[in-house]
Every structure is written in structure tokens, then in C-alpha cells.
T-cell receptor
Framework: ETGVTQSPTHLIKTRGQQVTLRCSSQ?????VSWYQQALGQGPQFIFQ???????GRGNFPPRFSGLQFPNYSSELNVNALELDDSALYLC????????????FGPGTRLTVT | QKEVEQNSGPLSVPEGAIASLNCTYS??????FFWYRQYSGKSPELIMS????GDKEDGRFTAQLNKASQYVSLLIRDSQPSDSATYLC????????????FGKGTKLSVIP
């Protein structure tokens, strides 16, 4: 069974740029959630995708957007990067229909300078 | 605003002792509760889930849930230095919210 994978591992961007992060869900999981984890904080929910539709969104501005593909992989796009966007971005996949037992990928460390 | 509160620690226990980690949550309608372990520089790893009142044991780990008190805890028996990590409490409120709400985590240090 393949676990959740994310790419890239690390990324350095300049303020104002755009970034795309990628996630492949665990085998058999069709629900993908994205979280942002700032240093010393718990993960904060960005949004969730189920059957290629956004299935809930946290308190993040519209410049955070996403996609889910037919193979259940997902992308997180962030436009107009700000310094405060520097964080660990985590993708989690779960079994059909809800938030039960979410399994995280290794994360993407984004640094905005 | 749904909140999950944890003592940030650090919590230091000697090797072989019982570590007790606590978590309270604000949404009385919460349905599912999870404990994640996060080593420094790594992503969270799910170690326990609990859905009904009482205790749930898995190896050296015991999760305890008291919905009336809105309280969930994690006990780690025979603590090992490899248990040193940050432990995150997460709550799923259900009812279409779709998200996990996390506490800030408790840093555990097991002293050899």
C-alpha cells in the first residue's frame, strides 16, 4: 500500500510569486485535505476535496485554491505569496466520505522571502 | 470558534514512567478524536483514534475520552526516549464541517 506523497519537499519563493504544491493520496483514499502548519503551531485546515469538488474550507483567503484530479491526487495553489505564508504545508488523505483517520504526507516546507 | 486546548509543555518524564497528555475541546457536538505524534521536522503520524466514551488501548498507548467533560487524554506507559516528540490532539466535529481542528501540541521529553 502506497502512502501519501507530496512534492516538492522544500521550496523557496519571493513575496508576490505564485506556487503550486502537489499531493498523491494513499491507495484507496479519495478524500484529500490540505493544512498549513506554522512553526510551533498545530496544523490549520485550508480545504478538503472529495470527488474533485471542494468539500469544506477553513479561514483562508481566496488566493489559496486547489484542485483534485480523477486519480484523487490534488494540488494546492497559492497566489500573491506573503511572508506569513512561510510554513509546512501538509496534505492528508482519508477514507471515503469524511474526515475519519486522516493520514498525512511528509509535507512541503515553503519559505517566502 | 471551535477550539482545542493542550498544555504546550515541555513535559519531561523519566524513561519507564507513564506520560499523561491532556486535551480539552470546545465543541460539545464533536464526534471523533485523534492523537498524532510529530517528530521535529517531520509530519504528524496518527497513533490513536477514539470515538466513544471510555478507554481505548493499543500497545503502550491508552486514549481516554470523556464527552461530558469535553476532555480527551493520552497515556504512554513505559515511556521510551523514542517517544520524545510533540503530541497533537485533533478533533472532528462532523455535521459537515469536514475538518480536523488541532491543538498546538504538547512537547514530550523522555529522559534516559
Amino acid at each position: 500500500e502506497t502512502g501519501v506523497t507530496q512534492s516538492p519537499t522544500h521550496l523557496i519563493k519571493t513575496r508576490g510569486q505564485q506556487v503550486t504544491l502537489r499531493c498523491s493520496s494513499q491507495s484507496g483514499h479519495n478524500t484529500v485535505s490540505w493544512y498549513q502548519q506554522a512553526l510551533g503551531q498545530g496544523p490549520q485546515f485550508i480545504f478538503q476535496y472529495y470527488r474533485e469538488e471542494e468539500n469544506g474550507r477553513g479561514n483562508f483567503p481566496p488566493r489559496f485554491s486547489g484542485l483534485q484530479f480523477p486519480n484523487y491526487s490534488s494540488e494546492l495553489n497559492v497566489n500573491a505569496l506573503e511572508l506569513d505564508d512561510s510554513a509546512l504545508y501538509l496534505c492528508a488523505s482519508s477514507t471515503p466520505g469524511g474526515a475519519y483517520e486522516q493520514y498525512f504526507g511528509p509535507g512541503t516546507r515553503l519559505t517566502v522571502t | 470558534q471551535k477550539e482545542v486546548e493542550q498544555n504546550s509543555g515541555p513535559l519531561s518524564v523519566p524513561e519507564g514512567a507513564i506520560a499523561s497528555l491532556n486535551c480539552t475541546y470546545s465543541d460539545r457536538g464533536s464526534q471523533s478524536f485523534f492523537w498524532y505524534r510529530q517528530y521535529s521536522g517531520k509530519s504528524p503520524e496518527l497513533i490513536m483514534s477514539i470515538y466513544s466514551n471510555g478507554d481505548k488501548e493499543d500497545g503502550r498507548f491508552t486514549a481516554q475520552l470523556n464527552k461530558a467533560s469535553q476532555y480527551v487524554s493520552l497515556l504512554i506507559r513505559d515511556s521510551q526516549p523514542s517517544d520524545s516528540a510533540t503530541y497533537l490532539c485533533a478533533v472532528y466535529s462532523g455535521a459537515g464541517s469536514y475538518q480536523l481542528t488541532f491543538g498546538k501540541g504538547t512537547k514530550l521529553s523522555v529522559i534516559p
